[in-house]
C-alpha cells in the first residue's frame, strides 16, 4: 500500500515536470499513466502490492468526481441561462459519442478479423 | 443552544466536515445505487452532487469552504488516473489485437462528440462561448479547459459540462451499449472512456476490470486526440 502509493505519486510528479518542461498537450497524470504503463514492461518490476492496491484505488474512483460536481453551484446562472441548447447537445451528444464509437470499433474488428467474442472467452 | 452554534462555527471553518459529508453523501448514494439494483438514473456521483448542492444552497456554505475539505478528495484524482496503467498493462494481449479498430473508434468517437454537441448548441441558438466551452466536453477537465481556452471558450464552465458530459455517459452510455448488443468488454469500456472520460470509466470498472482498463485508455488518448484535431478542426470553419 505504501510502496504502491509512492510509485503512483512519482509517476504523476515525472509526469507533471514532464509536460511542463515541454509544454505539452496533456496534463500530468495522463502522461504518468503512459509513463508508468511503459514501466511496467520491465521485467519482475511490477510487484503484486502494485496490482492489488491499484484495484482497491480504481474500484471507488467516482467519488474523486464529486468535489468537481459540486462546482457547479458556482456556474447556475450561467447553465440556466441557456440550459436548453446546453442539454440538448450533452444528451443527444453522449448518446452518439458512445454509438459511434462502439460501432466503429465492431466494424473495424470484423474487418481486421480481431475476433472481439474470442477474446471474450478469455 | 449558543454551544451548539459555537461547534457548527468551529466545524465550518475546519476541512474536516466538507471532507466528513463529501465520504457520506457518496456512502449513501452508492448504497441507493446498489440497493437499486444498479439502476443507471441512480448513479452515486450524481446522487451525491445534488445531495451535496442541496446542503451548501441550504446552509448558505460557499463553495470555497467546502473544497477545503472536499480538495483532498479531488487531489486523489491524479494518482488514480496513474494507475490507470495497471489494469492495462493486464490486459495487454487484448490490446495488441485490438488496436487498430481502437484507434478506428477513438478518432470517430473524438469527432463525433466534439461536432454533434456543437452543431446541436447551435441549432437551437447557444452563444458563441458556449459553443467553444462545448466542443472539448468529452474529454478529462484539466486538458478541456485547456482546449476551451484556445477556441475562445471559458474554461470554468467547460469544466462543469466536462462533469455533467461524464454523468450523462454513465447514466445513459452502457443503456445505449446494451439497446447495440454490444458484449465484448474492451469495447464497451473504450467506448465509455471516449464519450465520458474518468467518470465513464469509474463506470466501466463496476462492469469489470477489463472494461474499466480500456476506458481508461480511451480517456488519455482522448485527451490527446481532441488537443490535436479540435484547434485544426477549429479553423477550418
Redesign the interface.
Known amino acids: 500500500m505504501l510502496h504502491a502509493l509512492t510509485v503512483l505519486l512519482l509517476f504523476q510528479l515525472a509526469g507533471e515536470a514532464l509536460t511542463q518542461l515541454f509544454s505539452l498537450p496533456i496534463p500530468g497524470p495522463v502522461l504518468g499513466m503512459g509513463l508508468l504503463f511503459v514501466a511496467l514492461f520491465f521485467p519482475k518490476w511490477v510487484p503484486e502490492a502494485l496490482r492489488q492496491t491499484t484495484h482497491d484505488f480504481l474500484q471507488h474512483l467516482s467519488l474523486l468526481f464529486v468535489p468537481a460536481g459540486v462546482g457547479v453551484l458556482q456556474h447556475f446562472h450561467r447553465v440556466t441561462q441557456e440550459w436548453l441548447p446546453i442539454m440538448l447537445a450533452l444528451v443527444v451528444s453522449a448518446v452518439l459519442t458512445v454509438a459511434v464509437t462502439a460501432l466503429t470499433i465492431r466494424a473495424l474488428a470484423q474487418l481486421t478479423h480481431a475476433d472481439t467474442r474470442a477474446a471474450e472467452r478469455e | 443552544m449558543t454551544r451548539l452554534a459555537d461547534i457548527w462555527v468551529y466545524l465550518a471553518t475546519s476541512p474536516l466536515l466538507g471532507l466528513t459529508v ?2 457520506v ?2 456512502v449513501i448514494g452508492d448504497w441507493i445505487y446498489r440497493r437499486a439494483g444498479m439502476h443507471p438514473l441512480l448513479n ?2 450524481l446522487i ?2 445534488v445531495a ?2 442541496l446542503l ?2 441550504a446552509t448558505e456554505t460557499p ?1 470555497a469552504t ?2 477545503d475539505g ?2 483532498f ?2 487531489f ?15 490486459n495487454l ?2 490490446l495488441k ?2 488496436w ?3 484507434l ?3 478518432v ?2 473524438s469527432l ?2 466534439a461536432v ?3 452543431g ?8 458563441p462561448q ?1 459553443l467553444a466551452s ?1 466542443a472539448p ?2 474529454v ?4 478541456a479547459m ?1 482546449i476551451a481556452e484556445k477556441l475562445g471558450g ?1 474554461p ?2 467547460t ?3 466536462v ?8 447514466v ?2 452502457p443503456t ?2 446494451n439497446g ?1 448488443r ?7 469500456g ?3 472512456g ?3 472520460h ?2 465513464g ?3 466501466a ?1 463496476q462492469e469489470s ?1 477489463q472494461a ?1 482498463a480500456f476506458s ?1 485508455l ?3 488518448l482522448n ?2 486526440v481532441t ?2 484535431l479540435l484547434p485544426v478542426l477549429a479553423q477550418l470553419i
Open positions: 463529501t465520504l453523501a457518496y452515486p456521483v451525491a452532487v451535496l448542492v451548501l444552497k463553495y467546502y473544497f472536499a480538495q478528495v479531488h486523489l484524482l491524479g494518482p488514480a488516473t496513474v494507475a490507470l496503467a495497471v489494469p492495462l498493462y493486464f494481449g487484448k489485437r485490438l487498430l479498430p481502437l478506428g473508434g477513438l470517430a468517437g463525433t462528440a454533434s454537441a456543437v446541436i448548441a447551435w441549432l437551437f441558438g447557444g452563444s458556449t462545448l466536453k468529452s478529462t477537465a484539466p486538458v485547456g471559458l470554468s464552465l469544466a462543469i459540462l462533469i455533467s458530459t461524464g454523468i450523462l455517459g454513465a445513459l452510455g445505449v451499449l447495440l454490444m458484449r465484448d468488454q474492451a469495447t464497451r473504450f467506448a465509455l471516449v464519450t465520458a474518468g467518470i470509466t469509474a463506470r470498472f476490470e474499466g481508461g480511451a480517456m488519455g485527451a490527446l488537443a490535436l
